[in-house]
Nanobody, 125 residues
């Protein structure tokens, strides 16, 4: 069973930055697709950024140009660098991993099989 543990969340003022991390057990990030999702109270879980097996990335329109997804050199850590944060970015952020059969940078939640517990990001205006 893949385990994912997120960290790095917190409270920040609008315009500030945060970097989220996701550590995995028994998993090879270089082989499988990974993604970051977020869920605000009363809203559906939405894909924020993803990275496929080939290293290609995809971003939601709302974060493109502000957020960057990347893999650590150790291949067992996934990052999400978030810059120029806005109040609407406030949500629980979750890391997800897909089975090998899904190798692209999908932002669709149903494509992912393993999920972390999440880390809260709160942006105040």
């Amino acid at each position: 069973q893949v385990q994912l543990v997120e960290s790095g969340g917190g409270s920040v003022q609008a315009g500030g930055s945060l970097r989220l991390s996701c550590a995995a057990s028994e998993y090879t990030y270089s082989t499988y697709s990974m993604g970051w999702f977020r869920q605000a109270p009363g809203k559906l879980r939405e894909g924020v950024a993803a990275i496929g097996r080939d290293g290609r990335t995809s971003y939601a329109d709302s974060v493109r140009g502000r957020f960057t997804i990347s893999k650590g050199n150790a291949q067992n850590t996934l990052y999400l660098q978030m810059n120029r944060l806005k109040s609407e970015d406030t949500a629980m952020y979750l890391c997800a991993a897909a089975l090998p059969s899904m190798g692209w940078a999908s932002l669709e939640r149903h494509e992912y099989n393993f999920w972390g517990q999440g880390t809260q990001v709160t942006v105040s205006s």
